[in-house]
């Protein structure tokens, strides 16, 4: 597992999401369905691109009380993804009664927790959310959290992902968007890295998406991420 480009699949319909793929075909990336195309499709459009061979990274977000979850993390691993998450900041209750539903699945998928969002920069962290601790010390917590309640790593920034493997195992794995070529523009994401940074710091797996997406040339940005990232 790990070193790979996953392609966050941020589309408002499957027309555009396979529109998207036709360059790709041979290729076969690991794709991220997200809320945009998931409530827009449905379970639906997940079985499809299972069928069709890809690996999925599910990227849902659940943060509710812990049976809320348990129940739709089970029925969610019955879809056969290859990833789930939930949101950290759930607590471990609610990490590890996820864990327990998905764990029934045939296929049990990799269930990580979100740490805190890139888009958080670290003065949101203190001004809006009064977190005092540092996003460092946040980040590291949660994901220590995510490991006690039996998940298998976390979504987090490239820039954490090295502290996260020594307060947790390199076996535990960081899944980090927040990717950005050094000419684009970040957007609505404040903690960013290139690529080629992300292998650097130690990520496992990058998560990619207008950088993609939203590229002249997509399969050429593709290729780009994954020369430089694997
Ligand atoms: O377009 P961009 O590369 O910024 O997309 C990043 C993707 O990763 C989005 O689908 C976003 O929902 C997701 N994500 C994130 N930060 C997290 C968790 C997920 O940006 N902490």
């Given at each position: 597992?790990?070193?790979?480009?996953?392609i966050?699949?941020?589309?408002?319909?499957?027309?555009?999401?396979?529109g998207?793929?036709?360059?790709?075909?041979?290729?076969n990336?690991?794709?991220?369905?997200?809320?945009?195309?998931y409530?827009?499709?449905?379970?639906?459009?997940?079985?499809?691109?299972?069928?069709r061979?890809?690996?999925?990274?599910?990227?849902?977000?659940?943060?509710?009380?812990?049976n809320?979850?348990?129940?739709?993390?089970?029925?969610?691993?019955?879809?056969?993804?290859?990833?789930?998450?939930?949101?950290?900041?759930?607590?471990?209750?609610?990490?590890?009664?996820a864990?327990?539903?998905?764990?029934?699945?045939?296929?049990?998928?990799?269930?990580?927790?979100?740490t805190?969002?890139?888009?958080?920069s670290?003065?949101?962290?203190?001004?809006?959310l009064?977190?005092?601790?540092s996003m460092e010390?946040t980040?590291?917590?949660y994901?220590?959290?995510a490991?006690?309640a039996?998940?298998?790593?976390v979504v987090?920034s490239?820039?954490?992902?090295?502290?996260?493997?020594?307060?947790c195992g390199?076996?535990?794995?960081?899944?980090?968007?927040?990717?950005?070529?050094?000419?684009?523009?970040k957007g609505?994401q404040?903690?960013?890295?290139?690529?080629?940074?992300a292998?650097?710091l130690?990520?496992d797996?990058?998560?990619?998406?207008?950088?993609?997406?939203?590229?002249?040339?997509?399969?050429?940005?593709?290729?780009?991420?994954?020369?430089?990232?694997?």
């Amino acid at each position: 597992m790990g070193k790979d480009v996953i392609i966050a699949c941020d589309f408002p319909t499957a027309d555009k999401m396979f529109g998207f793929l036709r360059p790709f075909e041979g290729r076969n990336p690991y794709l991220k369905i997200g809320m945009e195309l998931y409530y827009a499709e449905g379970a639906p459009i997940v079985r499809e691109l299972k069928k069709r061979g890809f690996r999925i990274f599910l990227d849902l977000k659940l943060h509710d009380i812990p049976n809320t979850v348990a129940s739709a993390m089970k029925v969610l691993a019955g879809l056969g993804v290859d990833i789930i998450n939930v949101h950290a900041a759930g607590g471990r209750k609610m990490m590890a009664a996820a864990k327990e539903a998905v764990s029934t699945a045939e296929k049990p998928p990799v269930l990580i927790g979100v740490t805190q969002l890139t888009s958080t920069s670290e003065e949101m962290l203190h001004s809006e959310l009064l977190i005092e601790k540092s996003m460092e010390d946040t980040v590291i917590s949660y994901a220590k959290n995510a490991k006690a309640a039996g998940l298998g790593g976390v979504v987090c920034s490239p820039l954490e992902a090295g502290l996260i493997h020594k307060a947790c195992g390199n076996e535990f794995l960081t899944v980090t968007p927040g990717i950005r070529f050094a000419e684009n523009d970040k957007g609505d994401q404040t903690r960013v890295t290139t690529p080629a940074m992300a292998k650097q710091l130690g990520s496992d797996y990058i998560v990619v998406g207008r950088s993609i997406t939203g590229a002249a040339d997509p399969l050429k940005a593709y290729e780009r991420c994954v020369n430089d990232f694997c």
